[in-house]
Protein backbone atom coordinates (compact mmCIF):
# COMPACT_ATOMS: atom_id res chain seq x y z
CA UNK A 1 0.00 0.00 0.00
CA UNK A 2 3.00 2.43 -0.74
CA UNK A 3 1.52 5.74 -2.50
CA UNK A 4 3.90 6.81 -4.62
CA UNK A 5 3.67 10.72 -3.69
CA UNK A 6 7.33 11.09 -2.93
CA UNK A 7 7.15 14.71 -3.53
CA UNK A 8 6.02 17.25 -0.65
CA UNK A 9 3.61 14.86 1.34
CA UNK A 10 3.06 17.21 3.81
CA UNK A 11 1.78 14.32 6.76
CA UNK A 12 3.95 10.83 6.39
CA UNK A 13 2.46 7.94 8.44
CA UNK A 14 4.57 4.46 8.61
CA UNK A 15 3.21 1.80 9.80
CA UNK A 16 1.08 3.42 12.73
CA UNK A 17 -0.27 1.31 15.61
CA UNK A 18 -1.91 2.55 18.42
CA UNK A 19 -3.24 0.61 21.16
CA UNK A 20 -5.62 2.06 23.55
CA UNK A 21 -7.34 -0.26 26.60
CA UNK A 22 -5.58 -3.50 25.26
CA UNK A 23 -7.56 -2.86 21.77
CA UNK A 24 -5.69 -2.10 18.74
CA UNK A 25 -7.32 1.45 17.67
CA UNK A 26 -5.03 1.27 14.21
CA UNK A 27 -3.13 -1.40 12.94
CA UNK A 28 0.03 0.10 11.39
CA UNK A 29 -1.41 2.05 9.36
CA UNK A 30 0.18 3.94 6.71
CA UNK A 31 -0.33 7.17 4.57
CA UNK A 32 0.82 10.16 2.82
CA UNK A 33 -1.09 13.60 2.83
CA UNK A 34 -0.48 16.25 0.13
CA UNK A 35 0.03 19.72 0.89
CA UNK A 36 -2.33 22.58 -0.08
CA UNK A 37 -5.38 20.12 0.07
CA UNK A 38 -8.25 18.96 1.93
CA UNK A 39 -7.92 15.57 2.97
CA UNK A 40 -11.62 13.76 4.20
CA UNK A 41 -11.10 11.10 7.15
CA UNK A 42 -13.78 9.12 6.46
CA UNK A 43 -15.10 6.10 8.44
CA UNK A 44 -18.07 4.52 11.02
CA UNK A 45 -17.53 6.13 14.69
CA UNK A 46 -14.87 4.02 15.93
CA UNK A 47 -13.30 3.33 13.33
CA UNK A 48 -10.07 5.15 14.46
CA UNK A 49 -10.50 8.13 12.90
CA UNK A 50 -9.86 10.76 15.95
CA UNK A 51 -7.01 8.61 17.09
CA UNK A 52 -4.92 8.92 13.46
CA UNK A 53 -5.37 12.70 14.42
CA UNK A 54 -4.43 12.67 17.91
CA UNK A 55 -1.51 11.01 16.40
CA UNK A 56 -1.05 13.69 13.72
CA UNK A 57 -1.09 16.57 16.17
CA UNK A 58 1.09 14.92 18.68
CA UNK A 59 -0.62 14.12 21.59
CA UNK A 60 -1.23 10.60 20.91
CA UNK A 61 0.26 7.89 22.74
CA UNK A 62 1.74 5.22 19.88
CA UNK A 63 2.65 1.62 20.16
CA UNK A 64 4.76 1.73 16.96
CA UNK A 65 5.47 3.25 13.81
CA UNK A 66 6.12 7.03 13.15
CA UNK A 67 4.01 9.99 11.98
CA UNK A 68 5.73 12.82 10.50
CA UNK A 69 4.70 16.39 9.63
CA UNK A 70 6.47 18.92 7.27
CA UNK A 71 8.98 16.03 7.45
CA UNK A 72 9.28 16.65 11.36
CA UNK A 73 7.79 14.47 14.10
CA UNK A 74 4.98 14.75 14.90
CA UNK A 75 4.38 16.85 18.03
CA UNK A 76 7.86 18.89 18.15
CA UNK A 77 7.69 22.00 19.26
CA UNK A 78 8.94 23.54 15.52
CA UNK A 79 5.30 22.27 14.57
CA UNK A 80 2.99 23.10 17.34
CA UNK A 81 3.25 26.97 15.95
CA UNK A 82 2.09 25.88 12.66
CA UNK A 83 -0.84 23.20 14.00
CA UNK A 84 -4.90 24.10 14.72
CA UNK A 85 -6.25 21.41 16.22
CA UNK A 86 -10.09 21.18 16.78
CA UNK A 87 -11.16 18.35 18.91
CA UNK A 88 -14.10 16.65 18.65
CA UNK A 89 -15.76 17.80 21.94
CA UNK A 90 -15.81 21.27 21.91
CA UNK A 91 -12.60 22.20 24.06
CA UNK A 92 -12.48 25.52 24.94
CA UNK A 93 -13.58 27.57 27.87
CA UNK A 94 -17.49 27.52 28.62
CA UNK A 95 -17.48 30.51 31.17
CA UNK A 96 -15.71 32.71 28.62
CA UNK A 97 -17.07 34.82 25.53
CA UNK A 98 -16.56 33.84 22.18
CA UNK A 99 -14.09 36.72 21.66
CA UNK A 100 -12.40 35.59 24.86
CA UNK A 101 -11.82 32.05 23.83
CA UNK A 102 -10.43 33.04 20.30
CA UNK A 103 -8.54 35.85 21.78
CA UNK A 104 -6.62 33.55 23.88
CA UNK A 105 -5.83 31.09 21.77
CA UNK A 106 -4.89 33.77 19.20
CA UNK A 107 -2.06 35.10 21.52
CA UNK A 108 -1.23 31.43 22.47
CA UNK A 109 -0.33 30.88 18.60
CA UNK A 110 1.01 34.15 18.08
CA UNK A 111 -1.90 36.03 16.26
CA UNK A 112 -2.41 39.21 15.77
CA UNK A 113 -5.31 40.73 17.62
CA UNK A 114 -6.84 41.61 14.16
CA UNK A 115 -6.83 37.87 13.32
CA UNK A 116 -9.07 37.76 16.38
CA UNK A 117 -12.26 39.59 14.79
CA UNK A 118 -11.47 38.14 11.24
CA UNK A 119 -11.71 34.43 12.31
CA UNK A 120 -14.76 34.91 14.40
CA UNK A 121 -16.71 36.55 11.62
CA UNK A 122 -15.45 33.61 8.82
CA UNK A 123 -17.08 30.49 11.09
CA UNK A 124 -20.20 33.19 11.10
CA UNK A 125 -20.39 33.67 14.72
CA UNK A 126 -20.29 37.60 14.51
CA UNK A 127 -23.66 38.31 15.76
CA UNK A 128 -22.52 36.25 19.33
CA UNK A 129 -18.60 37.24 20.15
CA UNK A 130 -19.59 38.54 22.85
CA UNK A 131 -21.66 35.74 24.32
CA UNK A 132 -20.37 33.66 27.08
CA UNK A 133 -19.95 29.88 25.44
CA UNK A 134 -21.92 28.26 27.42
CA UNK A 135 -25.04 30.14 26.24
CA UNK A 136 -25.03 29.21 22.76
CA UNK A 137 -26.23 26.45 20.97
CA UNK A 138 -24.42 23.17 20.16
CA UNK A 139 -23.40 24.23 16.36
CA UNK A 140 -22.39 27.93 17.80
CA UNK A 141 -19.99 25.96 20.14
CA UNK A 142 -18.61 23.93 17.94
CA UNK A 143 -18.11 27.03 15.52
CA UNK A 144 -16.22 28.89 18.50
CA UNK A 145 -14.53 25.85 18.71
CA UNK A 146 -13.34 25.68 15.15
CA UNK A 147 -12.57 29.57 15.35
CA UNK A 148 -9.93 28.52 18.07
CA UNK A 149 -8.17 26.37 15.42
CA UNK A 150 -7.89 28.51 12.57
CA UNK A 151 -7.19 31.44 14.56
CA UNK A 152 -3.23 31.18 13.88
CA UNK A 153 -3.92 30.75 10.08
CA UNK A 154 -1.97 27.55 11.04
CA UNK A 155 -0.42 25.62 7.99
CA UNK A 156 -1.52 22.40 9.52
CA UNK A 157 -5.80 22.35 10.09
CA UNK A 158 -6.60 19.19 12.06
CA UNK A 159 -10.22 19.22 12.68
CA UNK A 160 -12.12 16.67 13.78
CA UNK A 161 -15.56 16.87 12.67
CA UNK A 162 -16.01 20.45 12.10
CA UNK A 163 -19.93 20.15 10.60
CA UNK A 164 -21.88 17.86 12.83
CA UNK A 165 -24.69 19.87 14.21
CA UNK A 166 -24.10 22.60 11.77
CA UNK A 167 -26.95 23.71 9.01
CA UNK A 168 -26.51 22.76 5.43
CA UNK A 169 -25.99 26.30 4.55
CA UNK A 170 -23.29 26.60 7.18
CA UNK A 171 -21.78 23.64 6.12
CA UNK A 172 -21.30 25.06 2.57
CA UNK A 173 -19.60 27.64 3.60
CA UNK A 174 -16.88 25.85 6.27
CA UNK A 175 -16.42 23.50 2.89
CA UNK A 176 -15.81 26.90 0.97
CA UNK A 177 -13.32 27.96 4.01
CA UNK A 178 -11.24 24.72 3.99
CA UNK A 179 -10.99 24.85 0.66
CA UNK A 180 -9.65 28.53 0.13
CA UNK A 181 -7.19 28.13 3.26
CA UNK A 182 -5.93 25.09 1.39
CA UNK A 183 -5.76 27.03 -1.55
CA UNK A 184 -3.45 29.35 0.53
CA UNK A 185 -1.40 26.74 1.24
CA UNK A 186 -2.63 25.04 4.35
CA UNK A 187 -3.16 21.16 4.47
CA UNK A 188 -6.22 20.11 5.53
CA UNK A 189 -7.69 17.42 7.19
CA UNK A 190 -11.36 16.81 8.30
CA UNK A 191 -13.16 13.90 9.62
CA UNK A 192 -16.25 13.00 9.06
CA UNK A 193 -18.54 10.23 9.66
CA UNK A 194 -21.08 11.56 6.95
CA UNK A 195 -20.55 10.39 3.63
CA UNK A 196 -22.30 12.89 1.96
CA UNK A 197 -19.56 15.26 2.80
CA UNK A 198 -16.90 12.75 1.36
CA UNK A 199 -17.03 14.24 -2.49
CA UNK A 200 -16.38 17.94 -0.84
CA UNK A 201 -12.64 16.49 -0.37
CA UNK A 202 -10.04 16.71 -2.82
CA UNK A 203 -9.21 13.46 -1.06
CA UNK A 204 -10.14 10.67 0.77
CA UNK A 205 -9.08 7.87 3.23
CA UNK A 206 -11.53 5.64 4.17
CA UNK A 207 -11.35 3.92 7.55
CA UNK A 208 -12.74 1.52 9.26
CA UNK A 209 -11.51 -1.06 12.12
CA UNK A 210 -8.16 0.49 12.31
CA UNK A 211 -7.40 0.09 8.81
CA UNK A 212 -7.10 1.97 5.79
CA UNK A 213 -9.59 0.89 3.20
CA UNK A 214 -9.06 3.44 0.40
CA UNK A 215 -7.00 6.46 -0.38
CA UNK A 216 -8.07 7.90 -3.61
CA UNK A 217 -9.65 11.03 -4.96
CA UNK A 218 -13.65 10.48 -4.28
CA UNK A 219 -14.29 10.34 -7.86
CA UNK A 220 -11.31 7.16 -7.83
CA UNK A 221 -13.55 5.74 -5.12
CA UNK A 222 -16.41 5.97 -6.82
CA UNK A 223 -15.00 4.51 -9.83
CA UNK A 224 -13.81 1.44 -7.65
CA UNK A 225 -16.64 0.71 -5.95
CA UNK A 226 -19.20 1.33 -9.41
CA UNK A 227 -21.35 3.46 -7.80
CA UNK A 228 -21.89 7.50 -7.40
CA UNK A 229 -23.28 7.20 -4.30
CA UNK A 230 -20.86 7.80 -1.38
CA UNK A 231 -23.05 5.20 1.61
CA UNK A 232 -22.84 2.69 -0.96
CA UNK A 233 -19.56 2.96 -2.54
CA UNK A 234 -18.38 2.80 1.22
CA UNK A 235 -20.62 -0.70 1.31
CA UNK A 236 -19.10 -1.93 -1.32
CA UNK A 237 -15.33 -1.74 -0.75
CA UNK A 238 -15.93 -3.17 2.95
CA UNK A 239 -17.97 -5.84 0.86
CA UNK A 240 -15.18 -6.09 -1.12
CA UNK A 241 -12.45 -5.91 1.73
CA UNK A 242 -14.50 -8.93 3.30
CA UNK A 243 -14.69 -11.25 0.27
CA UNK A 244 -10.75 -10.85 -0.92
CA UNK A 245 -9.04 -13.86 0.38
CA UNK A 246 -6.15 -12.54 2.10
CA UNK A 247 -3.16 -12.48 0.71
CA UNK A 248 -4.65 -12.32 -2.63
CA UNK A 249 -3.04 -9.07 -4.68
CA UNK A 250 0.46 -8.68 -3.47
CA UNK A 251 1.14 -5.94 -1.04
CA UNK A 252 3.17 -3.20 -1.53
CA UNK A 253 2.11 -3.42 -5.31
CA UNK A 254 0.38 -0.86 -5.51
CA UNK A 255 2.03 1.07 -8.66
CA UNK A 256 1.20 4.76 -8.86
CA UNK A 257 -1.41 6.61 -6.54
CA UNK A 258 -3.76 7.13 -9.66
CA UNK A 259 -4.61 3.77 -10.45
CA UNK A 260 -7.69 3.94 -8.45
CA UNK A 261 -9.35 0.88 -9.62
CA UNK A 262 -5.79 -0.95 -8.50
CA UNK A 263 -4.89 0.58 -5.57
CA UNK A 264 -8.29 0.47 -4.25
CA UNK A 265 -8.73 -3.03 -4.69
CA UNK A 266 -5.13 -3.55 -2.92
CA UNK A 267 -6.01 -1.56 -0.24
CA UNK A 268 -9.26 -3.15 0.50
CA UNK A 269 -7.25 -6.66 0.76
CA UNK A 270 -4.65 -5.43 2.95
CA UNK A 271 -7.68 -4.18 5.07
CA UNK A 272 -9.07 -7.47 5.73
CA UNK A 273 -5.68 -8.81 5.93
CA UNK A 274 -4.95 -6.83 8.79
CA UNK A 275 -8.06 -7.60 9.99
CA UNK A 276 -7.88 -10.88 9.87
CA UNK A 277 -4.48 -11.04 11.47
CA UNK A 278 -6.46 -8.74 14.19
CA UNK A 279 -9.02 -11.21 15.21
CA UNK A 280 -6.36 -13.99 15.30
CA UNK A 281 -4.23 -12.41 17.53
CA UNK A 282 -6.31 -9.81 19.68
CA UNK A 283 -6.83 -12.17 22.50
CA UNK A 284 -3.04 -13.23 23.12
CA UNK A 285 -3.14 -9.42 23.89
CA UNK A 286 1.18 -9.74 23.19
CA UNK A 287 0.88 -9.08 19.19
CA UNK A 288 4.01 -6.77 17.69
CA UNK A 289 3.16 -4.03 15.11
CA UNK A 290 3.38 -5.79 12.15
CA UNK A 291 5.56 -3.60 9.38
CA UNK A 292 4.66 -3.21 5.63
CA UNK A 293 6.80 -5.38 3.34
CA UNK A 294 8.74 -2.50 1.53
CA UNK B 1 14.06 22.77 22.76
CA UNK B 2 11.76 25.84 22.61
CA UNK B 3 11.62 27.93 26.38
CA UNK B 4 10.33 26.93 28.99
CA UNK B 5 7.79 29.57 29.67
CA UNK B 6 6.92 32.08 27.25
CA UNK B 7 6.27 35.64 28.71
CA UNK B 8 3.27 36.02 25.87
CA UNK B 9 1.72 32.91 26.35
CA UNK B 10 2.05 33.21 30.53
CA UNK B 11 0.25 36.65 30.14
CA UNK B 12 -2.04 35.13 27.82
CA UNK B 13 -3.35 32.36 29.97
CA UNK B 14 -2.84 34.43 33.43
CA UNK B 15 -5.47 36.76 31.89
CA UNK B 16 -7.61 34.34 30.69
CA UNK B 17 -7.84 32.26 34.30
CA UNK B 18 -8.37 35.68 35.88
CA UNK B 19 -11.11 36.60 33.06
CA UNK B 20 -12.75 33.01 33.91
CA UNK B 21 -12.44 34.04 37.23
CA UNK B 22 -14.29 37.20 36.83
CA UNK B 23 -17.34 35.44 34.69
CA UNK B 24 -17.71 34.17 38.03
CA UNK B 25 -18.52 36.84 40.58
CA UNK B 26 -20.20 34.21 43.44
CA UNK B 27 -16.81 31.98 43.43
CA UNK B 28 -15.10 35.59 44.10
CA UNK B 29 -17.48 36.62 46.59
CA UNK B 30 -17.42 33.30 48.32
CA UNK B 31 -13.38 34.05 48.27
CA UNK B 32 -13.42 37.17 49.51
CA UNK B 33 -16.15 37.21 52.32
CA UNK B 34 -16.30 33.64 53.37
CA UNK B 35 -13.28 34.28 55.91
CA UNK B 36 -15.61 36.98 57.33
CA UNK B 37 -18.59 35.60 58.01
CA UNK B 38 -16.21 32.35 59.53
CA UNK B 39 -14.23 34.51 61.41
CA UNK B 40 -17.24 35.83 63.13
CA UNK B 41 -18.69 33.02 63.88
CA UNK B 42 -15.32 32.13 65.86
CA UNK B 43 -15.25 35.07 67.36
CA UNK B 44 -18.66 35.14 68.46
CA UNK B 45 -18.12 31.20 70.15
CA UNK B 46 -15.54 32.10 72.18
CA UNK B 47 -17.19 35.24 73.29
CA UNK B 48 -14.06 37.37 71.74
CA UNK B 49 -11.84 35.82 74.73
CA UNK B 50 -8.14 37.26 74.40
CA UNK B 51 -5.99 35.77 73.63
CA UNK B 52 -7.82 32.72 73.03
CA UNK B 53 -9.70 34.58 69.65
CA UNK B 54 -6.55 36.29 68.28
CA UNK B 55 -4.55 32.80 68.21
CA UNK B 56 -7.25 30.99 66.79
CA UNK B 57 -8.37 34.35 64.22
CA UNK B 58 -4.41 33.98 63.46
CA UNK B 59 -4.07 30.16 62.44
CA UNK B 60 -7.25 30.54 60.11
CA UNK B 61 -5.87 33.76 58.33
CA UNK B 62 -3.24 31.13 56.53
CA UNK B 63 -5.97 28.48 56.58
CA UNK B 64 -8.78 30.02 54.78
CA UNK B 65 -6.54 30.99 51.38
CA UNK B 66 -4.94 27.49 51.52
CA UNK B 67 -8.53 25.57 51.91
CA UNK B 68 -10.26 27.87 49.28
CA UNK B 69 -7.51 27.88 47.02
CA UNK B 70 -7.12 23.96 47.05
CA UNK B 71 -10.66 23.48 46.51
CA UNK B 72 -10.55 25.92 43.48
CA UNK B 73 -7.51 25.01 41.72
CA UNK B 74 -8.41 21.35 42.12
CA UNK B 75 -11.85 21.75 39.88
CA UNK B 76 -10.14 24.34 37.33
CA UNK B 77 -7.68 22.42 36.18
CA UNK B 78 -9.73 18.89 36.67
CA UNK B 79 -12.37 20.52 34.13
CA UNK B 80 -8.99 21.59 31.94
CA UNK B 81 -7.95 18.32 31.91
CA UNK B 82 -11.75 16.86 31.49
CA UNK B 83 -13.01 19.39 28.75
CA UNK B 84 -10.53 18.99 25.92
CA UNK B 85 -8.78 22.33 26.48
CA UNK B 86 -5.87 20.49 27.59
CA UNK B 87 -5.32 18.23 25.20
CA UNK B 88 -5.72 20.99 22.97
CA UNK B 89 -3.01 23.31 24.48
CA UNK B 90 -0.48 20.84 24.37
CA UNK B 91 -1.32 21.32 20.50
CA UNK B 92 -0.01 24.66 20.77
CA UNK B 93 3.15 26.26 21.68
CA UNK B 94 1.82 26.98 25.49
CA UNK B 95 4.54 24.88 27.96
CA UNK B 96 3.48 23.27 30.62
CA UNK B 97 5.03 25.46 32.65
CA UNK B 98 2.93 28.69 31.03
CA UNK B 99 -0.27 26.90 31.87
CA UNK B 100 0.98 26.24 35.68
CA UNK B 101 2.16 29.49 36.15
CA UNK B 102 -0.74 31.26 34.84
CA UNK B 103 -2.67 29.15 37.39
CA UNK B 104 -0.02 30.26 39.55
CA UNK B 105 -0.25 34.35 39.25
CA UNK B 106 -3.89 34.57 39.06
CA UNK B 107 -4.84 32.01 41.64
CA UNK B 108 -1.81 34.00 43.54
CA UNK B 109 -3.53 36.92 43.01
CA UNK B 110 -6.84 36.32 44.16
CA UNK B 111 -5.03 34.90 47.38
CA UNK B 112 -3.55 38.15 47.95
CA UNK B 113 -6.74 39.86 47.85
CA UNK B 114 -8.69 37.40 49.87
CA UNK B 115 -5.39 37.45 52.37
CA UNK B 116 -5.55 41.39 52.48
CA UNK B 117 -9.45 41.54 53.25
CA UNK B 118 -9.29 38.39 55.53
CA UNK B 119 -5.85 39.86 57.53
CA UNK B 120 -7.79 43.58 57.41
CA UNK B 121 -11.19 42.22 59.02
CA UNK B 122 -9.05 40.63 61.69
CA UNK B 123 -6.52 42.98 62.69
CA UNK B 124 -9.40 45.82 62.62
CA UNK B 125 -12.73 44.19 63.82
CA UNK B 126 -11.40 41.07 65.50
CA UNK B 127 -8.74 42.41 67.84
CA UNK B 128 -6.17 40.28 66.17
CA UNK B 129 -2.85 41.39 67.34
CA UNK B 130 0.72 39.96 66.40
CA UNK B 131 3.88 41.52 67.97
CA UNK B 132 5.43 41.39 64.28
CA UNK B 133 4.33 43.47 61.37
CA UNK B 134 0.94 43.10 59.54
CA UNK B 135 2.42 43.03 55.86
CA UNK B 136 4.17 39.49 57.32
CA UNK B 137 0.87 38.32 57.83
CA UNK B 138 -0.65 38.66 54.86
CA UNK B 139 2.90 37.48 52.74
CA UNK B 140 2.45 33.88 54.87
CA UNK B 141 -1.46 33.72 54.26
CA UNK B 142 -0.63 34.20 50.40
CA UNK B 143 2.03 32.04 50.63
CA UNK B 144 -0.70 29.53 52.30
CA UNK B 145 -2.88 30.72 49.30
CA UNK B 146 -0.15 28.94 46.82
CA UNK B 147 0.09 25.87 48.96
CA UNK B 148 -3.13 25.32 48.38
CA UNK B 149 -3.41 26.51 44.63
CA UNK B 150 -0.32 23.83 43.89
CA UNK B 151 -1.59 21.01 46.25
CA UNK B 152 -5.10 21.23 44.17
CA UNK B 153 -3.61 21.46 40.36
CA UNK B 154 -1.68 17.56 41.80
CA UNK B 155 -4.80 16.47 43.22
CA UNK B 156 -7.10 16.76 40.00
CA UNK B 157 -4.53 14.41 38.41
CA UNK B 158 -6.10 11.91 40.81
CA UNK B 159 -9.59 12.57 39.83
CA UNK B 160 -11.88 11.63 36.87
CA UNK B 161 -14.76 13.73 37.72
CA UNK B 162 -15.27 17.42 39.54
CA UNK B 163 -17.53 14.78 42.37
CA UNK B 164 -13.96 12.90 42.66
CA UNK B 165 -11.67 16.61 43.11
CA UNK B 166 -14.44 17.50 45.58
CA UNK B 167 -13.24 14.03 47.50
CA UNK B 168 -9.45 15.09 47.31
CA UNK B 169 -10.60 17.71 50.01
CA UNK B 170 -11.36 15.27 52.83
CA UNK B 171 -7.95 13.43 52.14
CA UNK B 172 -5.40 16.56 51.77
CA UNK B 173 -6.96 18.93 53.62
CA UNK B 174 -8.66 18.06 56.56
CA UNK B 175 -5.58 15.78 57.97
CA UNK B 176 -3.58 18.55 57.65
CA UNK B 177 -5.85 21.19 59.16
CA UNK B 178 -6.19 18.78 61.85
CA UNK B 179 -2.85 18.39 62.89
CA UNK B 180 -1.91 21.91 61.93
CA UNK B 181 -1.64 23.11 65.88
CA UNK B 182 -5.17 24.69 65.09
CA UNK B 183 -6.87 22.10 67.22
CA UNK B 184 -3.96 20.81 69.88
CA UNK B 185 -0.61 23.17 70.20
CA UNK B 186 1.87 20.56 68.34
CA UNK B 187 4.07 20.41 71.32
CA UNK B 188 0.76 18.25 73.56
CA UNK B 189 0.75 16.24 70.83
CA UNK B 190 2.02 12.53 71.14
CA UNK B 191 5.07 11.74 69.14
CA UNK B 192 3.97 10.28 66.11
CA UNK B 193 1.49 12.92 65.76
CA UNK B 194 3.94 15.31 65.82
CA UNK B 195 5.79 13.13 63.40
CA UNK B 196 3.29 13.15 60.98
CA UNK B 197 2.01 16.88 60.76
CA UNK B 198 6.02 17.67 60.48
CA UNK B 199 5.93 16.26 56.99
CA UNK B 200 2.51 18.27 56.52
CA UNK B 201 3.13 21.64 54.70
CA UNK B 202 0.37 23.53 56.41
CA UNK B 203 2.17 23.26 59.91
CA UNK B 204 4.62 25.64 58.57
CA UNK B 205 2.15 27.89 57.40
CA UNK B 206 0.77 28.06 60.92
CA UNK B 207 3.86 27.74 62.91
CA UNK B 208 4.85 30.99 60.58
CA UNK B 209 2.05 32.93 61.55
CA UNK B 210 2.60 31.48 65.29
CA UNK B 211 6.15 33.24 64.60
CA UNK B 212 4.75 36.61 63.67
CA UNK B 213 2.07 36.49 66.76
CA UNK B 214 5.05 36.12 69.16
CA UNK B 215 7.91 38.00 68.01
CA UNK B 216 8.20 41.51 66.62
CA UNK B 217 11.17 40.89 64.34
CA UNK B 218 11.12 38.25 61.81
CA UNK B 219 12.35 35.23 63.53
CA UNK B 220 14.92 32.86 62.03
CA UNK B 221 11.89 30.31 62.40
CA UNK B 222 9.81 32.27 60.19
CA UNK B 223 11.87 32.48 57.29
CA UNK B 224 12.61 28.71 57.85
CA UNK B 225 9.00 28.17 57.31
CA UNK B 226 8.36 30.66 54.56
CA UNK B 227 11.01 28.92 52.83
CA UNK B 228 9.64 25.33 52.94
CA UNK B 229 6.05 26.26 52.27
CA UNK B 230 8.00 28.13 49.11
CA UNK B 231 9.62 25.28 48.55
CA UNK B 232 6.55 22.51 48.83
CA UNK B 233 4.86 25.13 46.93
CA UNK B 234 7.74 24.72 43.73
CA UNK B 235 7.98 21.28 44.51
CA UNK B 236 4.24 20.34 43.86
CA UNK B 237 4.35 22.45 40.71
CA UNK B 238 6.98 19.69 39.49
CA UNK B 239 4.71 17.34 40.05
CA UNK B 240 1.86 18.48 38.72
CA UNK B 241 3.99 19.51 35.53
CA UNK B 242 5.23 15.70 35.53
CA UNK B 243 0.74 14.97 35.80
CA UNK B 244 0.43 16.46 32.44
CA UNK B 245 2.04 14.54 29.39
CA UNK B 246 1.67 16.01 26.04
CA UNK B 247 0.95 12.20 24.72
CA UNK B 248 -1.60 10.37 26.00
CA UNK B 249 -3.18 6.77 25.91
Redesign the interface.
Known sequence: MRVTVDVGSAIDVEALTVR??GRVVLDALSCRIAPGSVTGLLGPSGSGKTTLM?SI??????AAGTVRVFGLPA?S??L??R?G???Q????????TVT?NVR??A????AGRAAVARTIGEVGLADAARQ?VHTLSGGQRSRASLA?ALVGDPELLVLDEPTVGQDPLLREELWDMFHSRARAGATVVVSSHVMDEAVRCDRLLLIRDGALLADDTPAGVQAAAGTDDMDAAFLTLIRQAGQEPPGGPERGAGGGADSHKDAVTALAATAAEQRHTRSDTNDTGGRHARREPR | MTPVITPRILAATTARILRQLAHDPRSIAMMVALPAVLMTLLYFMFDGAQPLVSNLLLIMLGMFPFIVMFLITSVAMLRERTSGTLERLMTTPSGKLDLLFGYGISFGTAAAVQGLVAAGCAYWFFSVSTAGAAWLTVLVAILGGLLGMSMGLVSSAFARTEFQAVQMFPIVVIPQSLLCGLFVPRGDMATWLHVISDVMPLTYVVEALQQIGAHAEPSAILWRDAGIVAGCVLLALGVASATLPRRTA
Not at chain 1, 57 to 62: C, H, K, N, S
Open positions: RGRVGVQRIGPERATYMTSVSIYEDLEYFAVAGLC
